[in-house]
């Protein structure tokens, strides 16, 4: 798992969501749909409800990783122990 705080341009260690039900249900439905094809190059992003709040999510496999499909800023976070 890595999370990156992309305003700081960062990895986070520690994270806590509070979710609303429409929110965590939106989740819920966009990992399923990753799941299906894990070697897709997908993402989603899941918005708060009131929009000023967003929760970006891949799947990252080595294949993935193999062929660059990820910024210098997300690699360098990748490459941390």
């Given at each position: 798992?890595?999370?990156?705080?992309?305003d700081?341009?960062?990895?986070?260690?520690?994270?806590?969501?509070?979710?609303?039900?429409?929110?965590?249900?939106?989740?819920?439905?966009?990992?399923?749909?990753?799941l299906?094809?894990?070697?897709?190059?997908?993402?989603?992003?899941?918005?708060?409800?009131?929009?000023?709040?967003?929760i970006?999510?891949?799947?990252?496999?080595?294949?993935?990783?193999?062929?660059?499909?990820?910024?210098?800023?997300?690699?360098?976070?990748?490459?941390e122990?």
């Amino acid at each position: 798992m890595r999370i990156i705080d992309t305003d700081r341009k960062h990895s986070v260690r520690n994270v806590q969501l509070y979710l609303s039900d429409r929110e965590a249900r939106e989740l819920h439905r966009q990992l399923g749909s990753l799941l299906a094809d894990v070697e897709a190059n997908e993402h989603f992003h899941v918005l708060g409800d009131d929009f000023s709040r967003e929760i970006s999510c891949s799947i990252v496999t080595h294949r993935k990783l193999a062929q660059g499909s990820y910024t210098t800023l997300e690699h360098k976070v990748f490459d941390e122990k």
